[in-house]
């Protein structure tokens, strides 16, 4: 009957429809944090400048960072960092300082980067809560 063979395209049609709505190559996809990332900010009347080369491979990301203030010396090292969910997580290694672990030694995670408006928020682990700290450009 009409009815049947209407019934029999529908399911097939359907069911075409939930599979690539499921097959889709965004979902689930990764945001992808690669390239070279910037802050320049003034705070308490100095200046601080960033700078954070990310590689990423999958959900894990290997870089080099660089932080300091034209008011007295730097800081540069590496890092690695894990991407869970929407956020990327980093721990870092210092090459020319004690502030943070020595590499090839890394620090506690504590610090997780995120995309708002294609530029990338920090957030700094204070106590037991993330803290808003710098927003960075490519």
Known sequence: SFERKYMK???????????????LPTLGKKPD???????????????????FIFKQRGNMIVGEWAEGSPQGMG???KLKGIIKGNKLY???????????AI?????????YFIFKDKKLV???????KY????TLTK
């Not at 910037?38 to 700078?51: A, F, I, Q």
């Not at 920090?122 to 037991?128: A, D, N, S, T, W």
């Open 75 to 77: 800081d540069t090292g």
């Open 33 to 51: 944090f690669s390239g070279e990332w910037y802050y320049h900010t003034t705070n308490d009347s100095r200046e601080y400048m960033g700078n």
């Open 103 to 111: 590499c090839p030694n890394y620090d506690k995670e504590e610090e």
């Open 122 to 128: 920090r957030y700094k682990l204070v106590g037991e």
């Open 90 to 100: 980093v721990r870092y290694c210092n090459t020319n300082s004690d502030w943070r």
């Open 9 to 23: 395209y529908f399911k097939k049609l359907l069911l075409i429809t939930l599979l690539s709505v499921f097959s």
């Open 131 to 134: 803290i808003k700290s710098d």
